[in-house]
């Protein structure tokens, strides 16, 4: 099979034939139709993230590995079963949940897999969909897709829709709530549709950027701020009647974000922390105590989460915007235009 690998950190990937896996046990083959591409991947392609102090930190430090084949929103069929697999026949279209643990810890045994102690998620730790087969270690990380719904769309559920959804679920919405949600990208898109469906919150979205606004609007936005050209404090606080966000979902989370999210926040408000841009934060320790403030990280989400969405994406509760598909070969293509913020929706490669 062919797949497009990291064999070293920044260099372009790799087209590589491998042998393809035989599934043994609970394991499944699948054959993968889409994978879509995640600002994550770039970390991984980049060989870490930005620390505190500009530190670097590096992903083989947290235990991956190269060569690596990323990609873990894979969508496809089943190509064939291990012998103790069951509940999928060939053929059959199917998301895989690629945040898998290893199955004893706290989180997995509560069922947030997700936060595993020794994660094992396809696409970081094992190697992912980009490529012709991904090998999924169990039955269990399968949902069944309707052959209805579009294959490219249902691949973005398991990361990007998912984090939204895992997000908008941490900030705890209440209907009276005022929410600003951070960067109209992608995931902040995803996280308007899903606060808008599931909670009554009055939705404030804040970018740089006056056409993501207008999506942002359409999406179900009930107000927003371009924070390049207005004070966002201000703005937020005019859209409180003074009293502040009762919660922020920070999509982008650097340190300039966070900074000013910190400024707007009412009494007893979450701020929930998102993205993986990185950077280091300034507490004003005493504020925390007496202001009642809950910091709060957010990765991904569980495997009953990504099965509720398949649920609301089959309603058209939530539609996943996907602009652009490469093949295997444009895989360095893909992710440097998500670096260069050239991908509007979503990037899937189709194999
Ligand atoms: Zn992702
Ligand atoms: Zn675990």
Redesign the pocket.
């Known amino acids: 099979m062919k797949s497009a690998r990291i064999v070293k950190p920044k260099e372009s990937l790799e087209v590589k034939e491998l042998e393809t896996p035989k599934p043994k046990g609970s394991q499944v083959l699948i054959k993968v139709q889409s994978s879509g591409v995640c600002h994550s991947d770039i970390h991984l392609w980049e060989g870490g993230y930005e620390g505190i102090g500009g530190q670097f930190l590096n992903t083989t430090d947290r235990g991956v590995k190269y060569p690596l084949t990323p990609g873990h929103e894979i969508a496809g069929i089943v190509d064939s079963l291990g012998e103790e697999a069951q509940g999928f026949t060939k053929d059959e279209k199917v998301l895989v949940y690629p945040w898998i ?9 509560s069922g947030e ?1 997700n ?5 094992r998620s396809l696409g970081i730790y094992m190697d992912g969909g980009y490529a012709e087969y991904v090998l999924v270690p169990s039955y269990r990380y399968l949902v069944k897709i309707d052959d209805e719904m579009d294959t490219d769309a249902s691949a973005t559920i398991s990361c990007s829709a998912l984090t939204a959804y895992g997000a908008v679920k941490n900030a705890n919405l209440k209907p009276y709530d005022n929410v600003v949600i951070v960067g109209a990208g992608g995931l902040g898109l995803m996280a308007i549709q899903l606060a808008k469906a599931v909670t009554g919150s009055k939705i404030i979205a804040m970018d740089l950027d006056d056409e993501k606004l207008s999506a942002a609007k359409k999406n179900g936005a009930d107000n927003t701020i371009n924070s390049k050209k207005e004070d966002p404090i201000r703005a937020v606080m005019e859209l409180t009647d003074n009293m502040g966000a009762d919660a922020v979902i920070d999509f982008v989370n650097a340190s300039k974000t966070v900074e000013t999210d910190m400024q707007f926040l009412r009494k007893r408000a979450k701020l929930v922390l998102v993205g993986l841009f990185g950077g280091e934060l300034k507490l004003s320790l005493v504020s925390m105590p007496t202001r009642a403030y809950r910091l709060i990280g957010s990765y991904t989400g569980t495997l009953s989460d990504m099965t509720e969405l398949i649920s609301l994406a089959k309603r058209g509760v939530i539609k996943p915007l996907v602009s652009n598909r490469f093949k295997l070969s444009q895989a360095t293509e893909a992710l440097t235009m998500l670096k260069e913020g050239k991908i509007v929706g979503r990037g899937v490669i189709n194999p």
């Open positions: 643990g290893e199955g004893l810890c706290p989180a997995c045994r897999e936060l595993c102690d020794k994660p």
